[in-house]
């Protein structure tokens, strides 16, 4: 939401974590590409028939989900610049609108949120002067990190003050 200028003119930066393109082809792994395309085209949209919702909680995917929003994720997946290519989205002029310093966090490790994929979705804050940083399982002092593992309590101490000193700074910056 941040990415598409959702939080408005005020904004004076913004940390974007494991934020992507989330089209199935740009995800490198055959094997993840045809487990997100079951997870999205076949046992999502099953699922949010049957329930009402989707469990994406019970399924390793974050928050549950209504159905809609599931159908919808899975549509954008299918296109090439995602939401991007969707045109009731006005995508690429909404994220223009955003224009505060971006800061955008990815890990070596998320098979999904890969450094193209981020580059995919950071290339269209065209208003906004980003830039990246990509954390390691290693430097972060833990095994893995994966697509969700940043807001995870095992990296808080390692990760989590760094990107909290570049809001502040950045957040000091435009209140002067």
Do not use: C
Request: net charge positive.
């Amino acid at each position: 939401m941040i990415a598409l200028g959702a939080a408005g003119p005020d904004l004076a930066a913004s940390v974007i974590v494991a934020s992507h393109i989330a089209a199935l082809r740009t995800i490198p792994s055959r094997l993840e590409r045809f487990r997100v395309r079951i997870m999205l085209h076949i046992l999502g949209p099953a699922l949010g028939r049957l329930l009402g919702y989707v469990p994406a909680r019970s399924l390793g995917l974050g928050e549950d989900l209504p159905a809609a929003a599931m159908l919808e994720w899975g549509g954008w997946a299918r296109r090439d610049n995602y939401f991007f290519d969707d045109p009731s989205m006005r995508a690429a002029e909404r994220a223009a609108t955003l224009t505060g310093p971006v800061l955008a966090v990815g890990t070596t490790d998320d098979p999904w949120s890969t450094p193209r994929q981020m580059d995919a979705l950071t290339v269209h804050l065209t208003s906004a002067s980003v830039e990246r940083r990509t954390y390691s399982p290693a430097a972060a002092g833990v095994p893995v990190i994966g697509h969700h593992g940043l807001f995870r309590r095992a990296v808080r101490d390692t990760v989590w003050p760094e990107l909290l000193a570049w809001l502040h700074a950045h957040s000091e910056k435009a209140s002067r």
